[in-house]
């Protein structure tokens, strides 16, 4: 087969091979110059778009397949620092055994995985622990409110274990969150938890009636799903800014952890 070959330039310093172009004789050397060939033909045509097109996204996926390997890894190892320095705070690292408001004994590993906004308090309390406690059930009310939220588990520790039995919690919780978890036990028992969180609780001398005031640390604090304590949020704060503040937690919690959770 034959047909015609046109190069661009000098041929003798090399010039481009042109295919195709019409048979042009007589014409300047650095101009495309054609003669008719009987080489071997000239094969199948070059990649066609779709190929081009189809190689550029295996390219383009490739890289952004490295990218995300790289970028994945860099929060996890963001996320095992602050892993680290967290448990470096100290606060909340012991673990406790407690009864629920239903008798159930409950451990602190039963909360691993989820999200606790935890208060330590006693239910003969007059006023600071049910403002507490509304406080923080009206912010996991609002957090419940907001589907990009995983639930938040509110939960009360009593420092009265004398008087706060699991019937008294039981009572007690309904006031509140539907999901609260009122935890009682043993003073020793109960004592450990609230050493754990570093809470100050001291009982008042007992008027006539045998009835006393218990003072004690009056804080809300936030747990991770890996159990570590994560804030505090003192009787300043108000249930919006607590809101904002877990909510904010949960966000860059979950951009270093993108591994959706467990059940
Ligand atoms: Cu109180």
């Known amino acids: 087969m034959s047909w015609f070959r046109c190069i661009v ?10 295919r195709g172009l019409p048979q042009s004789p007589g014409l300047p050397q650095r101009t495309p110059r054609c003669f008719l060939s009987r080489g071997p033909g000239p094969g199948p045509p070059g990649p066609g778009l779709r190929t081009r097109v189809g190689v550029g996204l295996l ?16 929060r996890q190892n963001q996320r095992r620092r602050r892993v680290e320095q967290l448990k470096q705070v100290s606060l909340g690292q012991g673990v406790f055994s407690l009864l629920d408001h239903r008798g159930q004994r409950r451990t602190k590993a ?12 006693f239910t003969h309390c007059p006023d600071i622990c049910p403002e507490e406690l509304d406080k923080l059930s009206a912010a996991v009310s609002a957090l419940d409110r907001d589907a990009s939220m995983p639930p938040v588990q509110p939960v009360f520790i009593t420092v009265d274990p004398e ?19 009122g935890l009682t036990g ?16 001291s009982a008042g001398p007992k008027d006539e009636d045998g009835d006393y005031i218990v003072d004690h640390t009056i804080l809300i604090y936030l747990i991770s ?10 009787r300043m704060k108000s249930q919006d800014q607590i809101t904002e503040s877990v909510r904010n937690h949960i966000k860059n ?3 270093l952890d993108p591994q959706p959770e467990g059940p």
């Open 59 to 74: 390219v383009g996926g490739g890289l952004l397949a490295a990218w995300w390997f790289v970028d994945s890894e860099k």
């Open 253 to 255: 919690y979950e951009q």
């Open 110 to 121: 039963d909360f691993l995985g989820r999200w606790v906004l935890l208060y330590f308090g």
């Open 163 to 181: 008087r706060d039995d699991a019937a008294a919690l039981d009572r007690y919780v309904k006031d509140f969150h539907p999901r609260l978890i």
């Open 186 to 201: 043993t003073p020793e028992e109960v004592k450990h938890a609230g050493r754990d969180y570093r809470v100050y609780a």
């Open 225 to 234: 799903p890996d159990g570590l304590f994560l804030d505090y949020y003192n």
């Open 9 to 18: 330039g000098d041929v003798r310093g090399g010039g481009r091979l042109l």
